[in-house]
């Protein structure tokens, strides 16, 4: 079983965000747990339709748009939680959120994803 990861993505860089879904679903699908917490700002990420300025590109060698791979990510496992403040910064609201991510705070997911060890900053 490969280990537990936790991944925290500060701003809303659609690529580290593709970096950080890329590296999460590919430890899920080695079995291991996995937590990525957006914060502030990278909430924005998750605004409908999900998508990347360079989805093209990547669509054009053979790999997924953003959207397919949060999908893919979750369906692994990959467990997705906000920002609550994030959120309200970036005037979105819980129900707008794919489903299955989760609304937190810093102390509240780094309490409970702690069991999964040190916080990767993406």
Sequence with gaps: MA???RILL???D???FRGALTLA???AALGGEV???LQLDAVALLRHPVEGPRDGAHVAAGLPPLATLLHDAMTLGVAISV???GLSLVALSADVLPQGVVVSGPVGWL???AHLGPV???
């Design 10 to 12: 500060l701003t809303p």
């Design 14 to 16: 659609a690529e580290r």
């Design 83 to 85: 920002c609550q403040s």
């Design 111 to 113: 309490r409970d994803t």
């Design 3 to 5: 280990d537990p990861l």
């Design 25 to 27: 679903a590919a430890q």
């Design 35 to 37: 937590a990525l917490f």
């Design 120 to 122: 990767t900053i993406a």
